[in-house]
């Protein structure tokens, strides 16, 4: 997704870093897999890993300037605000007056609407939706498909199933799934 996301909006892809000695020199999507370390050799980077936590360690280890990544058939109003190293992935639709923290994940198809704010190192799956006014807290992991209905706030660290409906407010690192959404242990 980030690469393809890179490319279609114009920007070089100096090749992928992965942690996994096996995969360097390999290529993926034409491009070259790099070893964990050759990233220093770089002063812009973008981290495309999915893990909310992993992804937030290596933003505070690595001293580079992290680059967004926003897909060129993706819309975005003007008023919304992005934060560094944020991907918007193909077709994601971010409505006015959205706030998108740093290093999100919005992936293909997903819908932020209007007023809503999503927090750092948060990870929206394909086709999820923000209704109005939603606000994710830091870290927050939305499941495929799911939907969070209008004015609902998420905790830090919650996880919303793929599917769920969430239809009242998540404290901190719980776990919903379901429609409507309910906590699992």
Do not use: Y
Not at 66 to 82: D, F, L, M
Not at 86 to 111: E, M
Not at 145 to 163: E, K, R, S, Y
Request: glycine letters at 12%; proline letters at 5%; hydrophobic letters at 45%.
């Amino acid at each position: 997704m980030a690469i393809a996301a890179a490319e279609a909006s114009g920007e070089f892809v100096a090749g992928v870093v992965d942690s996994n000695p096996a995969l360097a020199g390999q290529r993926l999507l034409g491009h070259s897999i790099l070893g964990a370390h050759d990233w220093s050799a770089h002063d812009r980077a973008h981290l495309a890993i999915g893990d909310n936590k992993i992804r937030a360690r290596l933003a505070s280890e690595m001293p580079v300037e992290w680059v967004s990544v926003e897909h060129p058939v993706a819309w975005r109003h003007p008023s919304v605000q992005v934060g560094e190293g944020t991907l918007v992935c193909a077709a994601a639709i971010l409505q006015p007056d959205a706030r998108i923290g740093r290093h999100v994940i919005i992936n293909t198809g997903s819908i932020v609407e209007h007023d809503c704010v999503v927090g750092d190192f948060s990870f929206l799956g394909p086709r999820a939706c923000l209704t109005g006014n939603v606000k994710l807290g830091t870290g927050c992991f939305i499941g495929a498909g799911a939907t969070v209905c209008p004015g609902i706030t998420l905790g830090d660290h919650v996880t919303v199933g793929a599917g769920a409906v969430v239809t009242k407010d998540v404290p901190d690192g719980v776990t919903v799934v379901g429609v409507p959404a309910k906590k699992i242990r």
